[in-house]
Structures are given as structure tokens and as C-alpha cells.
């Protein structure tokens, strides 16, 4: 791989990561509702199931959920349903809140898995590194070290994006005082949660 085609794909990656997602909105809403600590618990695990989706591409599973009509419905209602079922508890939160409370009854192992569980059960991301790593693969080099440079690549991208995204969050916080604000807010991430799971409910096969 040369640099050149390392760079474009650091371009084409960077600007994937800051478009909002469920990724973004469950760092936001971790930073916010458990501060930074609860958000890097949060990206910690989001990376897991990002380099398990790099993992499954690198040995070929992702041709299969591009091709497979059944594979990818199941894994699509699945992480529908989850995202969903987030966004009802996240609207169903109460205005009350004390940042610091809520960090001490979520745990930041709980919130972890939870992460783990927002990327893991993205069945877009996985098709789209199925269809976007090979654009940037050179047939006659190891692809193996290609893959892995690409995968190191995406995780560091991702991981700095939503820092960015869990610093805005946790000094959005401060602002964040009356009851009414914390319930606007819950209903706000909860709404955003619904329309991604939705989305995702409503994704097509890439071709």
C-alpha cells in the first residue's frame, strides 16, 4: 500500500466517523448522562465491536452478510430492535438527574457492553467495509498487512472522532441543570436513538 492510497483512505474514514450515527449519539448521550470517564468506558467499547466487524471482513464473513438476504435481516432487526429499545429507555428517563448519581448506578462495565453492543449490532457497518476495503487493497502486496493497516487506521480514526464527540458532550453537561433541560435532553437522545434504529430497520443489501 502506498501512502497515497493511505491517505485517501484516511480521508474517505475520517469524514465516515464524524457523520453522526449510533455511534456518536451513544458517546454523546454517555458523556453527558456519566461524564468522560462513563464516555471512554462507552468508545472503548464501541471500538470492540468495530475491530470485530474489521475482524470478520479480514476472513471473509462480510461477502457473506453482502450477499446473504437472511444473514443480513436477522443481524439488521436485531440491531434495530436494540437501538430502539434504547431510545424508549432513554425517553422514558426522568428530568432529576444528578450527573454523578447516575455514573455511580451505571457502571462503566455495563456501559461498555452496552457500546459493544450499539457497533456489533450495525449490520450497515460491517457491509460497508466489506465494500470499501477492497477499493483500497492492491492485489499484488500481502493483503493481510494491507487489512491490518486499514483496520488500525479506521479504530484510530474512530476512537479520536468521538473523543471530539464525548468533549462536547460533557461540556454541553455543564449547561444542563433543571429537570426540564435533563428530560428534554433524554427525549432528544432518545428520539435520535428510535430514528437510527429505525434507519437501520429500513437499510437495503449493498448489491
Same mark, same amino acid.
Given at each position: 500500500?502506498? !501512502?497515497?492510497?493511505?491517505?485517501?483512505?484516511?480521508?474517505?474514514?475520517? !469524514?465516515?466517523?464524524?457523520?453522526?450515527?449510533?455511534?456518536? &449519539?451513544?458517546?454523546?448521550?454517555?458523556?453527558?448522562? #456519566?461524564?468522560?470517564?462513563?464516555?471512554?468506558?462507552?468508545?472503548?467499547?464501541?471500538? +470492540?465491536?468495530?475491530?470485530?466487524? &474489521?475482524?470478520?471482513?479480514? &476472513?471473509?464473513?462480510?461477502?457473506? %452478510?453482502?450477499?446473504?438476504?437472511?444473514? %443480513?435481516?436477522? *443481524?439488521?432487526?436485531?440491531?434495530?430492535?436494540?437501538?430502539?429499545?434504547?431510545?424508549?429507555?432513554?425517553?422514558?428517563?426522568?428530568?432529576?438527574?444528578?450527573? #454523578?448519581?447516575? =455514573?455511580?448506578?451505571?457502571?462503566?462495565? /455495563?456501559?461498555?457492553?452496552? =457500546?459493544?453492543? +450499539?457497533?456489533?449490532?450495525?449490520? /450497515?457497518? !460491517? +457491509?460497508?467495509?466489506?465494500?470499501? %476495503?477492497?477499493? %483500497?487493497?492492491?492485489?499484488?502486496?500481502?493483503?493481510? +498487512?494491507?487489512?491490518?493497516?486499514?483496520?488500525?487506521?479506521?479504530?484510530?480514526?474512530?476512537?479520536?472522532?468521538? &473523543?471530539?464527540?464525548?468533549?462536547? =458532550?460533557?461540556?454541553?453537561?455543564?449547561?444542563?441543570?433543571?429537570?426540564?433541560?435533563?428530560?428534554?435532553?433524554?427525549?432528544?437522545?432518545?428520539?435520535?436513538?428510535?430514528?437510527?434504529?429505525? *434507519?437501520?430497520?429500513?437499510?437495503?443489501?449493498?448489491?
Amino acid at each position: 500500500m502506498t !501512502i497515497e492510497w493511505w491517505l485517501a483512505y484516511l480521508l474517505t474514514t475520517s !469524514i465516515l466517523s464524524l457523520s453522526p450515527g449510533s455511534g456518536a &449519539i451513544n458517546t454523546m448521550s454517555t458523556g453527558i448522562s #456519566h461524564g468522560y470517564r462513563g464516555a471512554v468506558a462507552s468508545i472503548s467499547g464501541l471500538q +470492540v465491536g468495530l475491530s470485530l466487524h &474489521i475482524m470478520l471482513v479480514g &476472513i471473509g464473513l462480510g461477502a457473506l %452478510f453482502s450477499q446473504s438476504v437472511l444473514a %443480513f435481516e436477522i *443481524l439488521k432487526w436485531a440491531g434495530a430492535g436494540y437501538l430502539v429499545w434504547l431510545g424508549i429507555q432513554q425517553w422514558r428517563s426522568g428530568g432529576g438527574i444528578d450527573l #454523578h448519581a447516575v =455514573a455511580k448506578a451505571m457502571p462503566r462495565r /455495563k456501559l461498555f457492553k452496552r =457500546a459493544v453492543l +450499539v457497533n456489533l449490532t450495525n449490520p /450497515k457497518s !460491517i +457491509v460497508f467495509l466489506a465494500a470499501l %476495503f477492497p477499493q %483500497f487493497i492492491l492485489p499484488h502486496q500481502p493483503q493481510a +498487512v494491507q487489512y491490518l493497516v486499514l483496520g488500525v487506521t479506521t479504530v484510530v480514526v474512530d476512537i479520536i472522532v468521538m &473523543i471530539g464527540y464525548a468533549t462536547l =458532550a460533557t461540556r454541553i453537561a455543564g449547561w444542563i441543570k433543571g429537570p426540564k433541560q435533563m428530560k428534554l435532553l433524554n427525549r432528544t437522545f432518545g428520539g435520535m436513538f428510535i430514528a437510527v434504529g429505525a *434507519l437501520l430497520a429500513s437499510a437495503r443489501r449493498i448489491a
